[in-house]
């Protein structure tokens, strides 16, 4: 069975894009890097290998498309005839002809130029040959850019094409425009044909599949004809001819005996016998539609004696095929695609005079004698009068009997919902798993109130007893709880312990403030040394006593512990006071190094500019310093959680990829095959 799908041919790019393509390819794949240094030969070489590989691009695609597009000549008749009604059968073999002498010419030029390049003399020529080379190919493909542009449309026409298969089982419908072939289709297969009140609603063919006798059958829906000369169809007509003409199908002639559809039966009679040569050798039923709107009988004599000379027309495709279970009810039947009457005893008799017809020729053919000769039926034949029962053995029962016992499976509740009435009419019993001293009991039912009492309040009998123990117990607990409740509150314990107490609970606290300060970054962690010296014991006295014994003076060290620990006010500095300059003179004075004295002189400059971050610059945009406050102190905070988590922020120093791989690979010398 040839299966023809036209949806995976390859796109047939335009002639600019086309050579896009190819340059591009070839400047990716060959190498790109010459000097004139090299060797002659080495440059005929490289040159020669450019215009070879461009050569092989162009030569590849062009076959490429060649081959992909069908040939008319070796497809099947009907899809032939079908792409010359599409397209014109002259104008396509005239493109792909084209196509074919545009390969050859490029063959044959880089052929001449790959001789010339084997006598260049220098790096010019070479580069000269070779630009003549690759610019005369891409002329000829620029001189071919219509013939590529009307395959690409052909190709995509082709694509939206219906996937018929010329051989298998096939219906076909067809009939004037609008007499319910749409609707027909629509009902037996899952097709879905737009069906509309006016003419030529279906502008091309259709595809749907039904099953009859578990076998699929391919119903094509036709657009409408009209009776006209031959010469007169459009496109939209002659592909139902097309299809009438070719494939091997039951053939469902449609009859609009209500006129609804805008014609009368004698103009759909013309129709039929004009085109009746079309349906030789094919089984034929004429259905006549919209019974719902016009029955059969209550049309006119003349109109029932055009019918009926169109049935006997179709009574001798009965008669070619030999097969007389059809009879007359099996060519003329009604229906109703409105109200579906009939629809289905259609689709069944146009199915099995097909059927029966695919198996009348397989029988004629000579394959089905070269088969029968291979089998052999044999029919078994009495010899006596002896009747002879089937033995079965004893252990063959026996194993049966035990099989069936061990299907004995018990029920579940899915069972027994589906014996009772199924879902929302069958309710589970949880009580039939209750464990009674008597099994009868289980359904009793249970009385919430007897004798003005409520009967949950009796089913304990030692509830009271039961009650008064935990009253006792509560108590009990009650009066311990004061003595269990213990605090170390301190007004127990000897002054050492009281001492170690406080030790112990400074230490803790140490800990985890310790711990804390670790978790915390540089920039959030808190500096309050003195919390934790409570007792004052590490003190500017303590030190400098410390340092007085070592023999040192303690009073530098005391004065900047103090100017760091303890917050002052900010002292006018002596360049700000003086602006006589005499300090810097005395400084210049001091250091008679010309270095030392332009280093004092930068700092004092330096000291001097420094501001308070409070302090409002022109150009920063606040209004005060209120606002700069508090516009540092909410930006702070904003930082904070960053910091914590120590996440990358936008101050951070970034250094980028400086020479990414993917902007700096992909060009290769002479004599390296791979590109990256």
């Known amino acids: 069975m040839v299966q023809y799908n036209f949806k995976k ?74 792409l010359h009604v599409l397209y014109n059968k002259d104008h396509y073999k005239l493109a792909l002809g084209q196509i074919n002498t545009a390969r050859n010419l490029i063959s044959k030029i880089a052929k001449d130029y790959v001789k010339l390049l084997k006598y260049g003399d220098s790096l010019y020529r070479c580069k000269c040959l070779k630009v003549a080379a690759l610019g005369r190919m891409c002329t000829v493909i620029k001189r071919i850019g219509p013939s590529l542009a009307y395959l690409e449309q052909i190709r995509q026409h082709m694509a939206r094409l219906p996937s018929i298969d010329p051989n298998t089982r096939t219906i076909l419908i067809c009939g004037y425009p609008n007499v319910g072939k749409s609707s027909f289709i629509n009902k037996i297969t899952r097709a879905d044909v737009d069906v509309q009140p006016y003419a030529f609603t279906t502008k091309s063919l259709f595809v749907g599949h039904t099953d009859y006798k578990y076998l699929r059958y391919q119903v094509i829906d036709t657009p409408g004809i009209l009776d006209r000369p031959f010469e007169d169809r459009n496109i939209i007509e002659m592909c139902s001819i097309t299809a009438l003409a070719h494939l091997r199908a039951a053939v469902l002639f449609f009859l609009d005996i209500s006129g609804s559809c805008g014609y009368t039966i004698a103009q759909q009679a013309a129709l039929f016998h004009s085109i009746k040569s079309l349906f030789m ?73 097909l059927l029966n017809q695919r198996v009348e020729l397989k029988m004629k053919s000579k394959r089905i004698n070269d088969c029968l000769n291979r089998f052999h039926v044999a029919m078994p034949k009495p010899r006596d009068q002896k009747e002879r029962p089937p033995c079965i053995p004893e252990a063959v029962l026996e194993a049966r009997a035990k099989e069936a016992a061990e299907k004995h499976v ?97 230490k803790k606290s140490v800990l985890i403030q310790q711990h804390r300060i670790k978790k915390s970054t540089a920039e959030s962690r808190p500096t309050v040394p003195r919390k934790f010296d409570k007792d004052r014991k590490y003190t500017t006295g303590r030190m400098g006593r410390q340092l007085s014994v070592l023999g040192l003076d303690p009073s530098m060290a005391i004065n900047r512990a103090r100017s760091k620990s303890r917050g002052r006010k900010r002292e006018r500095s002596p360049d700000r006071g003086d602006t006589d300059g005499s300090s810097a003179m005395d400084v210049d004075e001091e250091t008679p190094n010309k270095k030392l004295r332009m280093r004092s002189r930068s700092l004092s400059r330096s000291r001097s500019m420094s501001r308070p971050p409070s302090e409002v610059v022109p150009g920063d945009g606040f209004k005060d310093s209120v606002q700069k406050v508090k516009a540092l102190k909410i930006a702070k905070k904003s930082v904070k959680k960053r910091n914590k988590n120590a996440r990358r922020g936008e101050a951070d120093r970034v250094i980028p990829t400086l020479k990414p791989k993917h902007l700096y690979s992909g060009k290769r010398s002479t004599g390296k095959t791979d590109r990256r």
């Open 281 to 353: 050798n094919k089984p034929l039923i004429i259905v006549c539609n919209k019974t719902d709107l016009q029955p059969l009988d209550g049309i006119s004599e003349e109109d029932k004696k055009l019918v009926q000379e169109m049935k006997a027309e179709a009574m001798k495709t009965v008669m070619g095929e030999g097969d007389d279970s059809a009879g007359e009810g099996g060519v003329l039947l009604t229906m109703s695609t409105l109200t579906e009457e009939g629809v289905i005893s259609v689709k069944n008799a146009a199915c099995e005079r």
């Open 410 to 506: 018990k029920k579940t509740e899915k069972d027994l919902e589906d014996e009772n009435g199924g879902a929302g009419v069958y309710s589970a019993s949880l009580k039939k798993n209750y464990i009674l001293a008597n099994d009868e009991w289980k359904e009793d039912i249970i009385p919430e109130i007897l004798d003005g009492h409520n009967v949950s309040d009796f089913i304990d009998p030692d509830i009271l007893f039961r009650l008064e123990e935990l009253e006792r117990e509560e108590g009990h607990r009650q009066v311990e709880e004061p003595e269990d409740d213990f605090e170390m509150d301190g007004a127990e314990l000897t002054p050492e312990e009281k001492e170690a107490l406080a030790e112990i609970r400074r």
């Open 9 to 82: 041919i390859t796109v047939v790019p335009n002639g600019k894009d086309f050579i896009d393509i190819i340059l591009s390819r070839t400047q990716r794949q060959t190498p790109t890097v010459v000097h004139k240094g090299y060797a002659i030969a080495r440059l005929r070489q490289f040159y020669m290998r450019k215009v070879k590989y461009t050569q092989t691009n162009f030569h590849e695609k062009l076959s490429t498309i060649i081959d992909e597009f069908p040939r008319l000549d070796d497809i099947h008749p009907f899809y032939g005839d079908l």
